[in-house]
T-cell receptor, first 112, second 113 residues
Framework: NAGVTQTPKFQVLKTGQSMTLQCAQD?????MSWYRQDPGMGLRLIHY???????DQGEVPNGYNVSRSTTEDFPLRLLSAAPSQTSVYFC???????????FGDGTRLSIL | AQSVAQPEDQVNVAEGNPLTVKCTYS??????LFWYVQYPNRGLQFLLK??????LVKGSYGFEAEFNKSQTSFHLKKPSALVSDSALYFC???????????FGKGNQVVVIP
């Protein structure tokens, strides 16, 4: 049972480049979410999804897109990377929003 | 919108002493409250939650938390801290009226041998 798998674990980008952070879960969870973690800021919600085909914005959605074509996958796209997007990104999933979330081990992203 | 405050950046406690990590919240509806722990270079792990029922909630690794509606607090407690409890602790709240979870800034707990 792999749980929540995030790839890549590390990435360095140049300003203006685009990329997709992958997130997959094998627990048949309906609720999935993306957070960024910055020092002194805690975790901030970027986007979330309550099921396949349904996504919504969180607290800090600007500069990011998501889609949920299957229950298992919830990729996060950076459209045009900026240094302010340097952060650690976590994907999480749960059966529903009231249930405990399972987190991946994160993607550490640096934008130069 | 819901929010969480964790007023202390770091909590230092001697091994064997009681550990308390403070959390206060703000919601417009009924609160759903959670505590998570994060070890270095890892994702968050669930400790316990309050949805409804008893105000004292017991969770993993000997941790418990007390829900206090009048003080809008949900403090995490452990009767006797271990060195292995040293980690970053996050409180989170969901407002019953939406599907978002808001996290606090986190508290670094240092248990001194």
């Amino acid at each position: 049972n792999a749980g929540v798998t995030q790839t890549p674990k590390f990435q360095v980008l140049k300003t203006g480049q685009s990329m997709t952070l992958q997130c997959a879960q094998d627990m048949n969870h309906e609720y999935m979410s993306w957070y960024r973690q910055d020092p002194g800021m805690g975790l901030r919600l970027i986007h979330y999804s309550v099921g396949a085909g349904i996504t919504d914005q969180g607290e800090v959605p600007n500069g990011y897109n998501v889609s949920r074509s299957t229950t298992e996958d919830f990729p996060l796209r950076l459209l045009s990377a900026a240094p302010s997007q340097t952060s650690v990104y976590f994907c999480a999933s749960s059966r529903q929003v009231n249930q405990p979330q399972h987190f991946g081990d994160g993607t550490r992203l640096s934008i130069l | 919108a819901q929010s969480v405050a964790q007023p202390e950046d770091q909590v230092n406690v001697a091994e064997g002493n009681p550990l308390t990590v403070k959390c206060t919240y703000s919601v417009s509806g009924n609160p759903y409250l959670f505590w998570y722990v994060q070890y270095p270079n890892r994702g968050l792990q669930f400790l316990l939650k309050y949805i409804t029922g008893d105000n004292l909630v017991k969770g993993s690794y000997g941790f418990e938390a007390e829900f206090n509606k009048s003080q809008t607090s949900f403090h995490l407690k452990k009767p006797s801290a271990l060195v292995s409890d040293s980690a970053l602790y996050f409180c989170a709240v969901r407002d019953g009226g939406n599907n978002r979870l808001a996290f606090g800034k986190g508290n670094q707990v240092v248990v001194i041998p």
